[in-house]
């Protein structure tokens, strides 16, 4: 079983529309989940981070943190062009390590 | 307030060679994490420091290295240059005694072996 799983396949939205991405991962010891936005041929920024069960807003982000179900998902409203980008989940598991899937690639289309 | 900055950007090295990348963490932080990023891959946890020591150890073999400085920077070593090196090398930094403990990343070295 992989640490963390995302579907990789791109995700093409309609500007203005709502993007949704997935993310399950292995450890059910883990307590703190960020998202990362990573423009292609630059490095992860983070974007959002949770740490209870429930939703956690941000702008036009929102995290979902279900750690019964090991499962984190995030929203993006109103999709812009600039949210073009891969979005990578990433639990910590054990002690401050981060564990990466291979990301969720967005593509909003104008 | 001063990120989290690596050196250099870009590196070309051939097999079997030895490299040496950089990092400085962000302001006020004191742990580095290390990452490489294959091509289409998320990154992937090398090592981690904290205090000049090496905490924690992804699964790489002893050919990367690494060290802290007592001003918290770091340097990441690889030995014995292998093809499959190829990668994004990103380095984290954070504060675990913060409560978020969130890791912020630097702009990364770009690694090509030949």
């Known amino acids: 079983q992989k640490e963390v799983e995302q579907n990789s396949g791109p995700l093409s939205v309609p500007e203005g529309a709502i993007a949704s991405l997935n993310c399950t991962y292995s450890?059910?010891?883990?307590?703190?989940f960020f998202w990362y936005r990573q423009y292609s041929g630059k490095s992860p920024e983070l974007i959002m981070s949770?740490?209870?069960?429930g939703d956690k807003e941000d702008g036009r982000f929102t995290a979902q943190l279900n750690k019964a179900s090991q499962y984190v998902s995030l929203l993006i409203r109103d999709s812009q062009p600039s949210d073009s980008a891969t979005y990578l989940c990433?639990?910590?598991?054990?002690?401050?390590?981060?564990?990466f899937g291979k990301g969720n690639q967005v593509v909003v289309i104008p | 307030d001063a990120g989290v900055t690596q050196s250099p950007t870009h590196l070309i090295k051939t097999r079997g060679q030895q490299v040496t990348l950089r990092c400085s963490p962000k302001?006020?932080?004191?742990?580095v994490s290390w990452y490489q990023q294959a091509l289409g891959q998320g990154p992937q946890f090398i090592f981690q420091?904290?205090?000049?020591?090496?905490?924690q150890r992804g699964n790489f073999p002893d050919r990367f290295s690494g060290h802290q400085f007592p001003n918290y920077s770091s340097e990441l070593n690889v030995n014995a240059l292998l093809l499959g090196d190829s990668a994004l090398y990103l380095c984290?930094?954070?504060?675990?005694?913060?409560?978020?403990?969130?890791?912020?990343f630097g702009p990364g070295t770009r690694l090509t072996v030949l």
């Open positions: 302001s006020g932080h004191d742990t």
């Open positions: 984290a930094s954070s504060l675990p005694r913060l409560a978020d403990n969130e890791q912020f």
């Open positions: 450890d059910r010891g883990s307590q703190s």
């Open positions: 420091y904290y205090e000049e020591e090496e905490r």
């Open positions: 949770i740490y209870s069960n």
């Open positions: 990433a639990p910590r598991y054990g002690n401050n390590r981060l564990a």
